[in-house]
């Protein structure tokens, strides 16, 4: 049985979301999760619950549709504008909007953009699970795609490039930063992504060689060749590479410690 799309509505004017309710009244597989009369409302309602698609007007007080299109792209949801406004198609598209709708929008033609937006939605979950198991087998593979040295920690790891699978020695590697839900790899003016979170990194990697000053950054400490003090009286690392990475004040005491031990 298919799940029911969850859809939440956007518009300022209440004709305009009485009209979109009934209709959808007659449409199979979906349920209103929410509605909000303004960009501003919706952006912190689906920042606080996502939902699978945003049926979006353009013109409203405060942030636009597309204003709100463009902060939503990270949040996975498929973006529907339903519109009086003919003339920013173009832009909405160079958004990866969906689907544009002009009022006053015709039944059959709700249905072709709310299963448009299911199959994309299905697409972007079957991408997202394959990532996560390319991520998993870089990790956890066994030797001969993941080697470890004897105590266990990694010494390399596979990534992509240019759609092909590439080998990383780690002895190789500057830094490595948080971007979204995946990792940034630097290596040697170089950078590489790998869907995998960087907590899950660090428990694979020797505590000695790499060593974490931020949420968000683990830095190789052989890379490291300065640490001064940034604005706001954080300090800052300087790499071999000129790269800076910023150390929060949480990770601070790490970066002492491991500054201090012998090696």
């Known amino acids: 049985m298919t799940a029911p ?15 979109l309710h009934m209709l959808l009244d007659a449409v199979e597989d979906v349920e209103v999760v929410g509605q909000a009369s303004d960009g501003a409302e919706a952006l912190a309602a689906l920042q606080a619950a996502p939902a699978d698609v945003v049926l979006l007007d353009i013109k409203m007080p405060g942030l636009s549709g597309l204003e709100l299109l463009s902060q939503l792209k990270a949040g996975g949801q498929a973006v529907i504008f339903v519109t009086a406004y003919s003339r920013f198609a173009v832009d909405a598209f160079e958004l990866a909007s969906t689907d544009y709708l002009l009022k006053p929008v015709s039944l059959d033609r709700l249905r072709q953009a709310l299963a448009r937006a299911r199959d994309e939605i299905a697409a ?25 040295a004897e105590d266990g920690y990694l010494t390399e790891i596979w990534t992509k490039a240019r759609g092909e699978r590439v080998r990383l020695h780690l002895e190789a590697v500057d830094w490595i930063e948080a971007d979204g839900d995946h990792i940034r790899v630097h290596s040697g003016g170089r950078s590489f992504l790998l869907r995998l979170s960087i907590r899950q990194l660090e428990r694979r990697l020797d505590p000695s060689q790499f060593v974490r000053v931020h949420r968000s950054a683990l830095v190789r400490a052989e890379q490291i060749v300065r640490v001064v003090r940034g604005d706001g009286g ?20 790490r970066l002492k410690a491991f500054a201090r031990a012998p090696g």
């Open 234 to 253: 954080h300090a800052v690392l300087t790499l071999e590479t000129g790269a800076e990475v910023p150390v929060s004040r949480r990770y601070a005491p």
């Open 5 to 19: 799309l969850r859809l939440f509505l956007v518009d300022d004017e209440p004709p305009a979301l009485r009209r």
């Open 124 to 148: 972007h979950r079957a991408t997202r699970r394959l990532a996560e198991l390319e991520a998993a087998l870089a990790v956890s593979a066994p030797p001969a795609a993941a080697p470890a």
